[in-house]
Nanobody
């Protein structure tokens, strides 16, 4: 089992920047995929960005050019640098880990962008 703890969510003005962090612990296997998802009120949870342990990345179209995902495999950390934030980025952001042995989710961190 892998435990994930997110941090960094906050209230920020539109156009601002924020960095989310996710610390993974437990039985971490490779290859794996770690990533960020978000869920706005009344909407489904959608992928924001993912990164494999081999550093391949995938981004949602809505965040391309604004968000950057990165990992520190030695520290079992994944980050999401968010720039040029928009009100529509307001959501609870969740960290996810996935390997052949299963998936884990963090508890989520709230990001609120005021316009």
């Amino acid at each position: 089992q892998v435990q994930l703890v997110e941090s960094g969510g906050s209230l920020v003005q539109a156009g601002g920047s924020l960095t989310l962090s996710c610390a993974a612990s437990g039985s971490i296997f490779r290859p794996n995929v770690m990533g960020w998802y978000r869920q706005a009120p009344g909407k489904q949870r959608d992928v924001v960005a993912t990164m494999t342990s081999g550093s391949s990345t995938v981004y949602a179209d809505s965040v391309k050019g604004r968000f950057t995902i990165s990992r520190d495999n030695a520290k079992n950390m994944v980050y999401l640098q968010m720039n040029s934030l928009k009100s529509e980025d307001t959501a609870v952001y969740y960290c996810q880990y996935s390997s052949r042995y299963g998936n884990s989710w963090g508890q989520g961190t709230q990001v609120t962008v005021s316009s």
